[in-house]
């Protein structure tokens, strides 16, 4: 589920908080109840303004965190021929074109 932020024009105060994209946030007393906190001296039915915020993404950076993840990372060497950088077991380091037993075993990889 996505981060929203919400700020309450009368308090100040910028919340985030977790919920369906669907489910739209229109007061202070509905914020610190999905927040789970204390709507403080602010009176319940004031409105909220949702901010634009960039999404917080987080993408594996080395090739043992893609391998760890079950993904394979093909890096090109020479024409046609690839390095398997994240190769496992008994899959062979190089992918060439002509030899079939090369490619990665995918089947391993993905499950239901």
């Not at 919400?6 to 908080?17: A, K, L, T």
């Not at 914020?31 to 917080?56: F, H, M, N, R």
Request: negative net charge.
């Amino acid at each position: 589920m996505p981060i929203f932020e919400y700020r309450c024009p009368e308090n100040g105060q910028n919340i985030e908080v977790i919920h369906h994209f669907n489910l739209q946030i229109k007061t202070w007393g509905e914020l610190c109840e999905l927040a789970e906190i204390d709507p403080g001296a602010t009176d319940e039915s004031a409105q909220v303004v949702k901010q634009i915020s960039s999404p917080s993404l987080a993408f594996p950076k080395t090739n043992a965190e893609l391998k760890n993840l079950g993904f394979t990372k093909l890096v090109k060497r020479e024409q046609g021929v690839y390095e398997n950088v994240t190769a496992t077991g008994n899959e062979k380091r190089y992918m060439k074109p002509d030899d079939p037993s090369s490619l990665p075993h995918l089947k391993n990889k993905i499950s239901d």
